[in-house]
């Protein structure tokens, strides 16, 4: 699956203005109007009514500004959800419908005033199939609802879409919720500062950076070069998730704490697995056995690298983790979803693990494959391995392709053949 989906982006990827080329271009501006042309002189304001003329192989183009959508711009409300914008026009294999940032600029989605009472937010409601968003920024979503409830800024619903450079911060909604759909790829996003401060008890338990739950048959998702960092429940998280999720190169820092450190909601860095108080029968069969590859957990309230009670086993690899509560946790349970054991079925190789309380916690070491790591290898690791452990280079800006930053920390000083970071020649 990931060479497929790597091929569909780089089928894709190239400047904004090439994406357009084989299709109209169409623009939204803060200050545009829904009855203009919708071209590059006269934009419409909203995506809602772009999509009415983009066709497969189009590009809308959202020029910068702050947009400030309000209750009446909520495009459909189906049971407790109100869905703001509602994306469910579809593009082609070969000619997907995009959503881009203009150029260099910033369209920022400040929705502080969208409140519909007594429901869920999704800010994007993404349904369609072959699409691609691009370069756009959400902030100030918000909570009504003061019982156990979510927000969400992107609900992800279709197949073969590509999310990227999306900037999902500073609101009470989860930044990226995917729940049905194949073959999607959530590429070089960021999302930080979330916290649902509203409903239960405030600490915001439901508000993760990315989640992971696609459904049955819903197959090849892939977060790839995301961030997630200061949300207050995890910083990615597939628990209840029916088929498996990859997560590869993606980065995880604070979760469960405020920018403040106040301790927040469950706070791991990756939450890979598990189906909460599911009935044993209502588990999927087969499990999907999920991959977490070359990511980076640091400074999360309790565990780096979490199985979450997961009844199978999971798939861990060049994983760095480093002051964590615990950096490795692959905690367990038996077929009835109730018992909670040491893990088991597991593959962990080429980890690192430094400066937690605990490198590696609850594994069934005789029912798991763990190779080459730190802390198999008992390699007694100091401060001196490691080129930097200055953790702020992981909150540097990206490149202006969207790409990570390029950091040491963590990096080792020397070859070693465990870590997300290999070290560099000298």
């Avoid at 409830?149 to 992107?154: H, M, R, V, W």
């Avoid at 108080?277 to 977490?292: D, G, K, M």
């Avoid at 930097?388 to 490149?399: A, I």
Wanted: charged letters at 20%; proline letters at 4%.
């Amino acid at each position: 699956m990931g060479k497929v989906v790597c091929f569909l982006t780089a089928l894709l990827v190239g400047s904004a203005n090439l994406l357009a080329a084989d299709g109209h271009s169409w623009y939204v501006a803060p200050a545009g109007d829904d009855t203009a042309a919708g071209d590059l002189e006269h934009p419409f304001a909203s995506i809602t009514r772009a999509q009415k003329s983009a066709a497969a192989g189009d590009t809308v183009y959202l020029r910068g500004g702050t947009y400030k959508p309000t209750d009446a711009d909520v495009v459909q409300t189906r049971g407790i959800f109100a869905h703001l914008f509602v994306l469910d026009k579809s593009g082609e294999r070969d000619k997907p419908i995009t959503y881009s940032a203009y150029r260099e600029e910033r369209p920022v989605f400040d929705c502080s005033s969208v409140k519909p009472e007594g429901k869920r937010v999704s800010i994007f409601y993404v349904s369609g199939n072959w699409l691609r968003l691009i370069g756009i920024e959400i902030t100030g979503a918000q909570v009504t609802i003061k019982t156990h409830t979510q927000s969400i800024c992107i609900e992800s619903q279709g197949n073969h879409n590509i999310f990227e450079r999306l900037a999902l911060h500073d609101g009470q909604a989860i930044g990226v919720y995917h729940v049905r759909g194949s073959d999607n790829l959530f590429l070089n996003c960021d999302a930080w500062n979330n916290r649902d401060y509203t409903s239960e008890d405030g600490k915001g338990g439901n508000v993760d950076g990315f989640g992971g739950h696609p459904s049955k048959g819903s197959t090849g998702n892939v977060f790839r070069g995301c961030r997630a960092w200061y949300n207050s429940d995890d910083g990615y998280d597939c628990i209840n998730a029916h088929e498996s999720v990859t997560f590869e190169n993606c980065w995880a820092m604070g979760n469960g704490l405020s920018p403040m450190k106040e301790s927040l909601a469950d706070g791991n860095g990756f939450k890979a697995g598990g189906y909460g108080s599911t009935p044993a029968e209502r588990v999927p069969n087969p499990l999907p056995r999920h991959v977490v590859r070359f990511c980076i957990a640091v400074g999360n309230k309790n565990s780096g690298f979490y199985a979450n009670h997961h009844l199978g086993g999971c798939d861990w690899l060049n994983n760095s983790a480093f002051r964590n509560g615990a950096n490795f946790n692959m905690l367990g349970r038996l077929a009835d979803n109730r018992t909670d054991i040491d893990g088991v079925g597991h593959v962990l190789r080429n980890n690192l693990s430094y400066g937690g309380r605990r490198d590696l916690a609850r594994m069934n070491a005789e029912k798991c494959t763990a190779e080459n790591n730190s802390f198999t290898l008992e390699t007694k690791l100091t401060d001196k391995n490691f080129l930097s452990l200055d953790t702020t280079e992981l909150f540097q800006p990206r490149g202006k392709d969207g790409s990570l930053p390029d950091i040491n920390c963590l990096r080792p000083a020397a070859k070693i053949s465990f870590g997300a970071l290999p070290a560099r020649e000298k």
